[in-house]
């Protein structure tokens, strides 16, 4: 693959940042016939598709963000000189192709793009139905950056494929694919790790865990509780189970006073069997499959536990592996629940809503990983790139 240089591809995102500027107008335009299209009846889906005048803003400032990070492609790693007289270098390089499958965001059109171009990688964006007119013209604006710059359209494209086209496309690409994300729901998932034959990096799944221990401040807990489920619920950030330390001070008063403070702020509440015992008019977790559940909804479970080692194995056995929280004023015991519960992202009296690129300081994101390999938490710029080993000889051979 071509290695551009860093001028080159930044000139391309000032022209993007002023094409999407110049034809706002028209995006909204094009994003209206698809919430036109689309039914309210999943809420989540819908808010994640909206495109107005502030989620242009945010597409905009998120070109400019990556446009003024440093080039993160030919960063030395290590460099060293072994007796031998061999010189060897590890430098950072592209991955080549990537792929990336989403649904309903088309801020992901922009952001992934981004990302992918400015770490000198090609991508093939497969976004949802739901968002066709919203990709398209974001296609348009990212292939007159790229003209306007004398490259090619082969930098940047959107893939307009069926299911069956795309697991066909997984299965053989026409060109190597490097990497393959698929942004979103369990379902996808299972469906690109079936088909795919490149690496396939796993995001989107949230599901994730706050835990009051009996050394909470209940004020805290409730305001962090209430920012983390209402903030934004198709966030896969967003939280779904809390888990009540039953030695807890005041521990029936004060599930009694979160299951009401959460209902006030219309959530439905689902409680185990032990605070169904307190919270007797809450509907119970139907089965056990509900603590696999990521919700997406304003719905959230309350269950009862005894003592953070049976917290960290509940949270290891149903989480997404995403985000996890601790309210606690202990901070031995918090550094305990953070080193062992297997997630992305661990908090101590801290919202989950902060596993964010733009939040942590990362900057646009392709995706939060959930993956151990080749990173963990949001992919941003730095993550888009692997390494390469550059060995300098003088007719070295190996005895």
């Not at 997984?170 to 088909?195: C, M, S, T, Y």
């Amino acid at each position: 693959m071509k290695l551009l240089k860093t001028e080159t591809k930044n000139n391309v995102l000032k022209s993007m940042m002023q094409i999407l500027d110049k034809r706002r107008n028209e995006i909204i335009e094009a994003n209206k016939k698809d919430l036109d299209a689309f039914s309210k009846d999943d809420q989540a889906m819908y808010d994640r598709l909206i495109v107005d005048e502030k989620k242009v803003d945010g597409m905009i400032q998120s070109v400019k963000e990556v446009m003024e990070q440093d080039d993160p492609v030919g960063q030395v790693i290590e460099h060293r000189q072994l007796d031998t007289g061999l010189d060897i270098t590890n430098k950072t390089a592209p991955f080549g192709n990537i792929m990336i499958i989403y649904e309903s965001r088309p801020d992901v059109t922009i952001e992934a793009s981004v990302l992918a171009f400015k770490a000198n990688n090609k991508i093939f964006l497969k976004g949802g139905k739901e968002a066709i007119n919203s990709n398209k013209i974001l296609e348009e604006c990212w292939h007159e950056a790229l003209k306007e710059n004398s490259l090619g359209n082969e930098w940047i494209k959107l893939l307009h494929m069926s299911r069956t086209e795309t697991q066909e496309f997984l299965k053989n690409p026409p060109e190597q694919l490097d990497l393959i994300v698929p942004r979103g729901g369990e379902r996808l998932i299972a469906f690109v790790k079936e088909h795919a034959t490149g690496a396939v990096l796993v995001s989107g799944r949230g599901n994730n865990f706050l835990y009051i221990s009996e050394n909470a401040d209940f004020e805290t807990a409730k305001k962090v509780i209430l920012n983390a489920k209402t903030d934004k619920i198709s966030g896969c950030n967003a939280l779904d189970k809390v888990l009540v330390d039953k030695n807890l001070p005041q521990y029936e008063e004060r599930i009694k006073e979160l299951v009401k403070f959460m209902v006030d702020h219309e959530v439905e509440v689902l409680v185990d069997e032990e605070v169904s015992k307190i919270a007797t008019s809450q509907s119970k977790v139907p089965s056990e499959d509900t603590w696999y559940e990521e919700f997406l909804a304003m719905k959230m479970v309350i269950g009862s536990i005894d003592g953070l080692d049976a917290v960290i194995e509940k949270i290891n056995k149903y989480s997404g592996g995403h985000s996890a929280s601790i309210i606690t004023k202990d901070k031995e015991e918090a550094l305990k629940f953070m080193e062992q519960i297997d997630s992305a992202a661990v908090y101590h009296n801290a919202s989950t809503r902060f596993t964010d690129g733009g939040q942590m300081g990362v900057g646009a994101e392709l995706a939060i990983s959930t993956d151990k390999l080749h990173h963990r938490g949001p992919l941003g710029l730095k993550q888009l790139v692997t390494n390469k080993y550059y060995v300098l000889g003088e007719g070295h051979i190996r005895a």
